[in-house]
């Protein structure tokens, strides 16, 4: 939840008209104030008076200056979705909004190395309090460019929020924006100084993605078709789910409270005590292990279909079965078993034979 509700209600309608004209006016003082009461309106407001208002905040973004409270408003906007709004509806201006200060703090890192002169010193912290005029200095360039940088560089991470509500509420979403943000996301992660990791996640999510699963113990083969699953624990679990509890391989099929906490459209309240037990050890093609901490997009494509070959688990393992979004529930659909001339090829492709 983005904000909790007060208890006063508020015009809403009439404060997002105010809020509207005042940008439309590039009245500074007048938005200020008009961007307060709609975000102190917006917190008391009902879920049916969200509904309309988070697309009229998020068609506002672009006309904000880049130097001011953006992400605050896109986490509004975001709000609204979690109450109801048409997520395809806010998903654009919130995206493009993410996608820009994503670029943006990387030309900050850039131009920081840049300026290092191969002395090597460490990027700055994200905190505002870094900002001074020896910073605008060191970035160069145009004055209010390098603000802009400087503040992106800041507050990227607040953008996290309201770009997980838009992705995982809407697979068109994602479909439409996600490759296109994800080189960005995992850039700036990379360099270990922000937290987007959930961001980076949701960039990554499969959907309708076919899947060959080759069962190594038993000589045999799968297609599986996955979509909305936020990790590979949660894969794991869908997968046994699938393939052991469909009594098409030996095994230990996961409970059934597992299987609805991967699977349920209604998310759990809360974090639960439910526990998975894991049934594989998923490997890649060559052997090197696929981690349940990492993704299902870990998972290497060969000749145009990504490839899983699931062997005998090394030891025991266990996880809560919360699945890694609440709001998006997982799938896995067995489409077809391979015949036997099917996984004898798919097996030239692993360091294994069948």
Same mark, same amino acid.
């Given at each position: 939840m983005i904000f909790r509700r007060n208890q006063k209600a508020a015009d809403l309608a009439a404060v997002m008209s105010e809020l509207e004209q005042a940008v439309a006016a590039r009245d500074g003082g007048r938005t200020e104030r008009a961007f307060n009461a709609a975000m102190s309106g917006l917190q008391s407001a009902t879920g049916t008076e969200c509904i309309p208002v988070g697309p009229?905040? %998020? %068609?506002?973004?672009? $006309?904000?200056?880049?130097t001011g409270p953006r992400p605050m408003l896109a986490t509004m906007a975001g709000f609204?979705?979690?109450?109801?709004? !048409?997520p395809a509806a806010c998903a654009e201006p919130v995206l493009d909004g993410t996608h820009r200060d994503l670029l943006d703090a990387l030309?900050?890192?850039?131009?920081?190395? @840049? $300026?290092?002169?191969? @002395?090597?010193?460490?990027?700055?912290? $994200? !905190?505002?309090?870094?900002? !001074?005029?020896?910073?605008? %200095?060191r970035l160069g360039g145009e004055a209010h460019e390098a603000l802009r940088l400087a503040l992106a560089w800041c507050s990227v991470e607040q953008w996290q929020p309201p770009a997980l509500a838009v992705l995982c509420r809407s697979t068109e979403v994602r479909r439409r924006h996600a490759s296109a943000l994800l080189p960005a996301c995992r850039d700036l992660a990379a360099l270990e100084r922000h937290d987007l990791k959930c961001l980076a996640y949701a960039l990554a999510i499969l959907d309708d993605e076919p899947l060959v699963v080759l069962h190594r113990p038993t000589g045999t083969g799968f297609e599986v078709r996955i979509g909305g699953i936020g990790d590979n624990f949660q894969l794991h679990t869908l997968l046994a789910h699938?393939?052991?509890?469909?009594?098409?391989?030996?095994?230990? $099929?996961?409970? %059934? !409270?597992?299987?609805?906490?991967?699977t349920d459209p209604e998310p759990a309240q809360g974090r639960t005590d439910a526990v998975a037990t894991g049934a594989f050890?998923?490997? @890649?093609?060559?052997?090197?292990?696929?981690?349940?901490?990492?993704?299902?997009?870990?998972?290497?494509?060969?000749?145009?279909?990504?490839l899983l070959v699931l062997d005998e688990p090394m030891y025991p393992r266990s996880w809560n079965a919360d699945r890694f979004f609440p709001m998006l529930p997982g799938t896995a659909e067995l489409t077809r078993v391979l015949s036997a001339d099917e996984v004898q090829t798919w097996f030239t492709y692993t360091c294994w034979t069948s």
């Open positions: 009229r905040l %998020a %068609a506002l973004l672009p $006309a904000f200056p880049p609204c979705v979690e109450r109801g709004a !048409d030309e900050f890192a850039r131009r920081w190395a @840049a $300026a290092a002169g191969g @002395a090597g010193d460490e990027l700055p912290e $994200a !905190d505002e309090k870094i900002i !001074d005029d020896a910073l605008m %200095a699938v393939l052991v509890g469909g009594g098409h391989v030996p095994g230990t $099929a996961p409970s %059934a !409270d597992s299987v609805r906490l991967a050890e998923l490997l @890649a093609p060559d052997g090197e292990r696929i981690w349940n901490e990492g993704l299902p997009d870990d998972i290497p494509v060969v000749e145009g279909r990504r």
